[in-house]
């Protein structure tokens, strides 16, 4: 058994959840506008932040910034064109559309419709009217939810069409607030049909979920109220609780069986968390580690190196067992043992978030495509998902990457990253205020919101 916490002590060896579980992600495609501002430079000085703080402590390097003439529909369209032209696929080919949103740009129509509008500017009036669509609103878990939904109506069988979950946001806060240097945009469509080529639902799924007031954006308002730190501490609750809850499924249903001294994590290669800033990441995973390593072989290493945790049965003041408390959770996420697990399951899914920010709801599956960009997934490894939304819910389900991973080509995207447009601080102002009313870019071969008429009704055109 492998002393190094990162590796996995388990050559998965059974088949029998790949042969179960043969729905799940084919392919994908994201969209991120080519518009960036870098965080360090000019923003952090006129915020007066040192960039040390963005980069290192909060892990961000540069924000995507719509252009004015782009929102979540048009970056939905795009992820979803890009997602049809690389599979080749036509519009009969596809059954439903879930899409996944919290930058709703109606609070009736459904994004959808609006995306299937526009697709049908390129593949011809009414190419999409046997495909249904529906917007779910869970914030940043809400694509996870539509993904859980759409894998069971793939499952199913009953249709032999495929089904594609679109991601899409604009993660906005107010200017000078702590929560805009973790704004970002983008959308991310998913091809989820039996035999897939990139992985496997194994479907089980553990949740979380309790009525919090961390994060919300009340009918009206273009920006999010955030209770930034309290966010965190929702975001890590639900995590546990929901981490806990697949961990059991997993044992009783024998998906994962580990043998004395051995826990969860060790039949896990990768960790994918929401995103919501990379540093986040790092957070989550330990206190998920934490708690699985805690009756495990892992401990003794843990305790060699950070000493004892804090028990509240050798405390008789409450409120000094919990500063303890913390302070061993600081010294365990700053500790080698941990680091090494971090940086060999978790880290570099973060990748791509560094270069884009928050992209909420398709965050966790930005991280997904850091790994495959990276090439850091090979077959038959499990991939452990772990996705949060604030209001609060969460939910860890896990999937196995099947042998046609290594087929799916790359998408360029971190080369397409590198070919943004830099912005300067005022026309992200502008814009971030909705008073940059001129494209940045010349739009080309791309959707556009062309213009919103006096009923509300948005109209959208396909710029050649
Ligand atoms: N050099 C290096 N690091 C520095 C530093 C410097 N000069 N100055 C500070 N830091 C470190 C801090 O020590 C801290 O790290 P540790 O936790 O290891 O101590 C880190 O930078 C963050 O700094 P602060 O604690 O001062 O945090 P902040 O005031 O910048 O706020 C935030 C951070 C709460 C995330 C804020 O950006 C925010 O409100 N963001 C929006 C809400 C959010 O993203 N919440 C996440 C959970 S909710 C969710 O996930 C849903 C969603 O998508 C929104």
Same mark, same amino acid.
């Given at each position: ?224 109220? %955030?209770?930034?730190?309290?966010? $965190?501490?929702?975001? !890590?609750?639900?995590? #546990?609780?929901?981490? =806990?809850? /697949? &961990? ?59 000493? %004892?945790?804090?028990?509240?049965? $050798?405390?008789?003041? !409450?409120?000094?067992? #919990?500063?303890?408390? =913390?302070? /061993? &959770? ?135």
């Amino acid at each position: 058994m492998s002393s190094i916490p990162g590796n996995s002590s388990k050559e998965i060896s059974s088949d029998k959840s790949l042969l179960r579980a043969a729905v799940g992600i084919d392919d994908m495609a994201v969209y991120i506008p080519s518009l960036y501002l870098p965080l360090t430079g000019e923003f952090s000085r006129q915020r007066d932040i040192d960039p040390e703080k963005l980069t290192r402590g909060i892990g961000v390097e540069r924000m995507a910034v719509p252009d004015a003439h782009e929102d979540a529909a048009t970056m939905a369209a795009m992820s979803l064109l890009e997602l049809m032209r690389r599979c080749d696929l036509q519009p009969g080919d596809i059954g439903k559309i879930y899409l996944g949103t919290e930058s709703a740009v109606d609070e009736a129509k459904a994004m959808g419709t609006y995306v299937i509008g526009m697709l049908e500017r390129v593949y011809g009036s009414g190419s999409f009217q046997g495909c249904s669509t529906v917007e779910f609103k869970s914030a940043c878990i809400g694509t996870t939810l539509a993904l859980e939904s759409i894998s069971y109506w793939v499952a199913a069988g009953e249709d032999e069409r495929i089904g594609v979950v679109i991601a899409t946001d604009v993660a906005r806060y107010p200017l000078h607030s702590p929560g805009e240097y973790t704004q970002g945009a983008g959308s991310v469509s998913l091809l989820v049909k039996r035999d897939p080529r990139i992985a496997a639902l194994e479907q089980i799924y553990g949740c979380f979920t309790r009525d919090e007031n961390d994060f919300f954006r009340p009918l009206g308002c273009a920006t999010a109220t %955030v209770n930034g730190k309290h966010s $965190n501490q929702c975001y !890590l609750d639900a995590m #546990q609780g929901a981490f =806990a809850s /697949y &961990a059991a499924q997993a044992a009783q249903k024998g998906l994962i069986a580990p043998k004395r001294g051995e826990c969860t994590t060790d039949w896990i290669e990768h960790l994918l968390f929401h995103i919501p800033y990379p540093r986040m990441v790092e957070y989550a995973s330990a206190a998920i580690l934490r708690q699985d390593w805690r009756n495990s072989r892992h401990w003794k290493n843990v305790e060699a190196e950070i000493g %004892v945790e804090p028990e509240p049965q $050798n405390y008789a003041d !409450l409120e000094k067992y #919990q500063v303890d408390l =913390a302070g /061993y &959770a600081r010294s365990f996420a700053r500790s080698r043992y941990f680091q090494q697990a971090y940086n060999a399951k978790v880290k570099d899914s973060a990748a791509l978030s560094r270069q884009v920010g928050n992209i909420y709801t398709g965050s966790i599956y930005l991280g997904l495509a850091s790994l495959l960009e990276l090439r850091k997934v090979q077959a038959k490894e499990r991939l452990c998902f772990g996705a949060y939304g604030s209001g609060c819910s969460a939910l860890v389900f896990s999937a196995r990457a099947m042998p046609g991973i290594s087929s799916v080509p790359s998408r360029g995207l971190f080369e397409r990253l590198e070919r943004r447009r830099e912005i300067s601080l005022q026309e992200y102002e502008l814009l971030h205020e909705g008073e940059g009313k001129e494209s940045l870019n010349r739009p080309s071969e791309e959707f556009v919101l062309a213009r919103i008429d006096h009923q509300g009704y948005r109209h959208y055109e396909y710029v050649r």
